[in-house]
């Protein structure tokens, strides 16, 4: 059974920041980390590509950066300058089989649990 384990969420203020880690129970390509708040629909934040670039949703491009281990079972999401409206609880995703790139969420059939991360201004 595959599994996928997040950690590092907590409390930051405005301004701070937080790295988000997630552990795979195996290998994936393609890995991203989704948030969803509270009354908010599940939103795509950051996505490993195929050929090992990065995609970002507009609203933390230049805050945050996704990265991967060299063993692709470990996900990081470094979040700085964090705002309030960041927010949510975060969950890390996995798609298999990954024959292209994809940021939409139906496609992900791995997710953790879900970490909490709270920016307070």
């Known amino acids: 059974q595959v599994q996928l384990v997040e950690s590092g969420g907590g409390s930051v203020q405005a301004g701070g920041s937080l790295r988000l880690s997630c552990a795979a129970s195996r290998a994936f390509t393609c890995m991203a980390w989704f948030r969803q708040a509270p009354g908010n629909e599940r939103e795509g934040v950051a996505f490993m590509e195929r050929d090992g670039g990065a995609f970002y949703a507009d609203s933390v491009k230049g805050r945050f950066t996704i990265s991967q281990g060299s063993a692709k079972n470990i996900l990081y999401l470094q979040m700085n300058s964090l705002k309030p409206e960041d927010t949510a609880i975060y969950y890390c995703?996995?798609?298999?089989?990954?024959?292209?790139?994809?940021?939409?969420?139906?496609?992900?059939?791995?997710w953790g649990q879900g970490t909490q991360v709270t920016v307070s201004s």
């Open positions: 995703a996995a798609r298999w089989p990954c024959w292209r790139d994809s940021h939409v969420s139906s496609e992900y059939n791995y």
